[in-house]
């Protein structure tokens, strides 16, 4: 049988904690128009004046959790990928980001190189945005016809409601939940609002109130970023047995003036101080891997809120990482994507 291959896609990190190093990675990010989506001379004004400061307070921040092998991102990304191995016997299991090293480019390139001819390419994000999922795929294909390659792609969609994505989810939390606390907060990283309203196909649902996202279905659901958040939620909540009043959602890793989905994280911690809470877990399951917004925003920046604001405790569960019931999961979601394309190609 023809290999085929499994290709890992995350995000990506600089290449280093040196301000020149940071400005490279975040110039590419920002430039990218499916994360900021301005006009090109627009984009281009507004991330030249985001670059005047925010290298060097992004490396300030990515150097307090700098790991001795890297970017805490890129090396769960090679643990995950190499423990994915095993279980992936059609062929290889490849690892690219979107921006930065190893680029999507090298990797399609080299499995072509290898007469590998159909791969599952695997956006590692459990929700759909354009910023994430859509600029991952959308590159790859660029890629694929730019070079003339042979190399078939079925894509893993976003499995914010899995069952084998939320089990994971709550394998990972369990141990947490178990040691007692007063509140568990679901903190998703944010997108400015103008990125759901644009992707929502009836024209006039998102936003519209509090409670539009509980009643997404259909294609709304399928582009609704913050829908998928909740739904993610519930259907944590219901599995790990929480009562409504025990848990809440809230949107992190706001950037620049615009309005971004709320609640907002920040926001959220000082109020849950305020109502009393002393023993806060925060899970970040829009992560899969820990990252500069889980280990340095939440576990650093947002411990010191939470204590300065009156709390007591704030614990950080760890991302799925490489947990065994998540590179499991990962694995079923990603034949189940290989079997639908082969079952559609016949
Ligand atoms: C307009 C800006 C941004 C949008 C939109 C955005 C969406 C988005 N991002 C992730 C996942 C990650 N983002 C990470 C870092 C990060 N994100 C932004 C900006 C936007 N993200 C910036 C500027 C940065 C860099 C760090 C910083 O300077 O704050 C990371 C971690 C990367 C790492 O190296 O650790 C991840 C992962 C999602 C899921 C998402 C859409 C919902
Ligand atoms: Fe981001
Ligand atoms: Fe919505």
Redesign the pocket.
């Known amino acids: 049988m023809a290999e085929q291959a499994l290709l890992l896609v995350?995000?990506?990190?600089?290449a280093s904690t040196e301000v020149a190093d940071v400005r490279r990675y975040?110039n590419q990010?920002?430039m990218d128009p499916y994360?900021?989506d301005l006009p090109w001379p627009l984009r281009r004004l507004l991330v030249t004046l985001i670059l005047a400061r925010?290298p060097a307070e992004?490396a300030h921040?990515?150097a307090s959790i700098w790991w001795p092998e890297g970017?805490?991102?890129s090396v769960l990304s090679r643990r995950l990928q190499e423990a994915l191995q095993p279980l992936w016997v059609d062929g290889p299991v490849e690892l690219a980001m979107r921006y930065g090293d190893p680029s999507l480019e090298n990797v399609l390139l080299d499995l072509a190189r290898r007469g590998i001819g159909q791969a599952v390419l695997a956006p590692l994000?459990p929700?759909f945005?354009d910023?994430?999922t859509t600029t991952a795929i959308q590159q790859a294909r660029q890629i694929v016809s730019r070079h003339g390659l042979a190399l078939q792609l079925s894509i893993l969609e976003p499995f914010y409601e899995q069952p084998p994505y939320l089990d994971a989810l709550v394998a990972s939390a369990q141990p947490y939940l178990q040691q007692g606390f007063d509140h568990l907060l679901l903190s998703y990283?944010?997108?400015?609002e103008r990125?759901l309203r644009k992707r929502d196909p009836s024209g006039g649902h998102c936003l519209q109130d509090t409670d539009c996202c509980a009643r997404a279905e259909g294609e709304v659901l399928a582009q609704c970023?913050r829908a998928q958040c909740y739904r993610t939620s519930t259907g944590f909540a219901r599995r790990a047995g929480l009562r409504p009043e025990q848990w809440s959602v809230a949107f992190q890793?706001r950037?620049?003036r615009a309005k971004w989905i709320e609640p907002y994280t920040d926001a959220r911690l000082d109020e849950l101080a305020r109502q009393g809470v002393k023993k806060l877990l925060v899970m970040c399951p829009?992560?899969v891997a820990d990252?500069?917004?889980t280990l340095e925003e939440i576990g650093i920046r947002g411990r010191e809120q939470f204590l300065a604001a009156g709390g007591e405790e704030l614990i950080l569960v760890p991302c799925l990482n490489t947990q065994e019931s998540w590179v499991q999961a990962l694995a079923i979601l990603c034949r189940q994507t290989s079997r639908e394309f082969a079952r559609q190609a016949t």
């Open positions: 995350n995000l990506g990190s600089p975040l990010f920002l994360v900021i925010r992004s921040a990515y970017s805490p991102l994000y929700h945005a910023s994430t990283h944010g997108l400015p990125h970023y890793s950037l620049g829009s992560f990252c500069i917004e």
